[in-house]
Nanobody, 122 residues
Framework: EVQLVESGGGLVQAGGSLRLSCAAS????????IGWFRQAPGKEREGVSC????????YYADSVKGRFTISSDNAKNTVYLQMNSLKPEDTAVYYC???????????????WGQGTQVTVSS
């Protein structure tokens, strides 16, 4: 059973940084690409970023390119999302999900965790 536990969310001022963590279990870490999507009230779910643990390839939404960095620690079965230069429009619940499948530039997600709230104040 895929289990994903997110942590690291919080309240930060615009321009600040946060690092989200996702501890994964229940599957072979290298078998899946793992990613993050976010959901803000009244908005559609947005795929933010994905990483393949096996070859390190990554995907980023245009809205976060240059500001967010995804990484993985295979020894710890953990994926991180470093978020810099945060904007109020980044406010959302962020979910870790696996597998992440990117087709024609569009990410899709399988199972996900309980989410962690990120709030960016202006």
């Amino acid at each position: 059973e895929v289990q994903l536990v997110e942590s690291g969310g919080g309240l930060v001022q615009a321009g600040g940084s946060l690092r989200l963590s996702c501890a994964a279990s229940g599957f072979t870490f290298d078998d899946y690409a793992i990613g993050w999507f976010r959901q803000a009230p009244g908005k559609e779910r947005e795929g933010v970023s994905c990483i393949s643990s096996s070859d390190g390839s990554t995907y980023y939404a245009d809205s976060v390119k240059g500001r967010f960095t995804i990484s993985s620690d295979n020894a710890k079965n953990t994926v991180y999302l470093q978020m810099n230069s945060l904007k109020p429009e980044d406010t959302a619940v962020y979910y870790c999900a696996a597998p992440c499948t990117v087709v024609a530039g569009h990410p899709d997600f399988g199972s996900w965790g309980q989410g962690t709230q990120v709030t960016v104040s202006s």
